[in-house]
């Protein structure tokens, strides 16, 4: 089955830092869905993302789906920011969630 | 307010006592999943419903069941629950399975 990759694993920020987390995916997939759960443990979305370019405030993701892979940029991070951030793909119509990006903004 | 409910938001039971935890949405959604989170080892897909009366299985289905009556509703059933069930479960919905999806705030399960 397909698999999906992020790194780093584990990231610690200053408040006030840029970073670029990564999902790799092996394989053609129909939807790239970028999430945060926050420390609370409530999964968000934030970015549906199957190909280019979308911004929110922030954030922004980028995927190139003939490479296979996305990127979530997180610039400016805030303490609010922490917690684990996930990609998910869809290949046919089940959803295969990577491993996440656990991210810890230090004030 | 568009949302994903879960009931019971935690619940301690034990080995055998059937249990079911609802799902609900009011977007008129039709995809609908179930997911598991254990440390370690993520999110896994428990089930799947792609419209009412269509369900299928994810990627590890074993001792759970689900049904698909109402668009609105998915609740998820562990018949004999076990101590490896011991988990957080969420309910997600989203407009077609390749739309954005949206989870429930949790269920947090333990089986003594």
């Known amino acids: 089955g397909i698999q999906v990759e992020q790194s780093p694993p584990d990231l610690i920020l200053q408040e006030g830092a840029n970073s670029t987390l990564r999902c790799n995916f092996s394989?053609?997939?129909?939807?790239l869905q970028w999430f945060h759960q926050n420390p609370w443990g409530q999964l968000i979305n934030l970015f549906y993302?199957?190909?280019g370019t979308k911004q929110n405030g922030r954030l922004s993701a980028t995927t190139v789906a003939t490479e296979r892979y996305s990127l979530l940029y997180i610039s400016s991070s805030q303490t609010t920011d922490s917690g684990v951030y996930f990609c998910a793909v869809d290949p046919y119509d089940k959803v295969i969630f990577g491993p996440g990006t656990s991210l810890s903004v230090i004030p | 307010e568009a949302q994903v409910t879960q009931n019971p938001r935690y619940l301690i039971t034990v080995t055998g006592k059937k249990l079911t935890v609802t799902c609900s949405q009011n977007?008129?959604?039709?995809?609908m999943s179930w997911y598991r989170q254990d440390p370690g080892l993520g999110l896994r897909q428990i089930y799947y419903?792609?419209?009412?009366?269509?369900?299928d299985k994810g990627d590890v289905p074993e001792g759970y069941k689900v049904s698909r009556k109402e668009k609105r509703n998915f609740p998820l059933i562990l018949e004999s629950p076990s101590p490896n069930q011991t988990s957080l479960y969420f309910c997600a919905s989203s407009l077609q399975y390749t739309d954005t999806q949206y989870f429930g705030p949790g269920t947090r399960l333990t089986v003594l």
């Open positions: 977007m008129n959604h039709e995809y």
């Open positions: 419903s792609m419209n009412v009366e269509v369900t």
């Open positions: 993302i199957p190909s």
């Open positions: 394989d053609s997939v129909n939807n």
